[in-house]
């Protein structure tokens, strides 16, 4: 099974950059999607990002023209490279998969997150 491990959060003051990281592991027939989520404290989690297998590319209004969302296959990693933060973009950061199991039964696969803390 796809297991996917999140780094990169941190600290950072407004007007900043970071660049998350989010490593897959494990069998899968296909991972058909990525993406990238957010949950600040007291809200719903939003969508952030997403990258399909044929590299289409979706943003959320709130952050499109400062983050962008990429992946590397040959080291089964996608990343979201955040600039211009703001203290609104503070919230845990989940990476999450769509993935069509060896079985073909399809599965979302999340993340244990990553706090980004952006300062004014």
């Known amino acids: 099974q796809v297991q996917l491990v999140e780094s990169g959060g941190g600290l950072v003051q407004a007007g900043g950059s970071l660049r998350l990281s989010c490593a897959s592991s494990?069998?899968?027939?296909?991972?058909?999607?990525m993406a990238w989520y957010r949950q600040a404290d007291g809200k719903q989690r939003e969508l952030v990002a997403t990258?399909?297998?044929?590299?289409?590319?979706n943003y959320a209004d709130s952050v499109k023209g400062r983050f962008t969302i990429s992946g590397d296959n040959a080291k089964h990693t996608v990343y979201l490279q955040m600039n211009s933060l703001k203290p609104e973009d503070t919230a845990v950061y989940y990476c999450n998969a769509g993935v069509t199991q060896l079985d073909l039964r399809d599965l979302e696969v999340w993340g244990q997150g990553t706090l980004v803390t952006v300062s004014s």
């Open positions: 990258i399909t297998s044929g590299g289409n590319i």
């Open positions: 494990g069998i899968a027939r296909r991972i058909n999607a």
